[in-house]
């Protein structure tokens, strides 16, 4: 890809104009009852950049370590929810909102 092309209203040239792309000249394109203006911008070699490195691959059992260590961490073994539900009910304990805190 070389360049960028877009048409675009009278009133939008200034803007990207201002982001660098440059009037072309009015379009051919004939849609309603405004006039199209078609803009470019160039792309130089140098703009583009190297694609991101692919990350390491994770063999399964060292993602089976780290989840068994996260849930070990959440509560000896509950799963996420179950934790995050009796945070819930300790933290409506302490600000004297237990009543209100029934069902998650």
Known sequence: MDRISLICHQDLIALYSSVGFTLAGKSRVVHGPN????MRMEIRPSAYQDPPAAPDAVHP????????????????????????????RADAAVDGASGLVDKI
Not at 35 to 38: C, H, K, M, S
Not at 61 to 88: F, I, M, P, Q, T
């Open 61 to 88: 059992d060292d993602l089976r370590a780290e989840l068994g260590a996260c849930d070990e961490a959440l509560g000896a073994g509950k799963s996420g929810k179950r934790a995050y539900e009796e945070e819930v």
């Open 35 to 38: 006039e199209w203006f078609e």
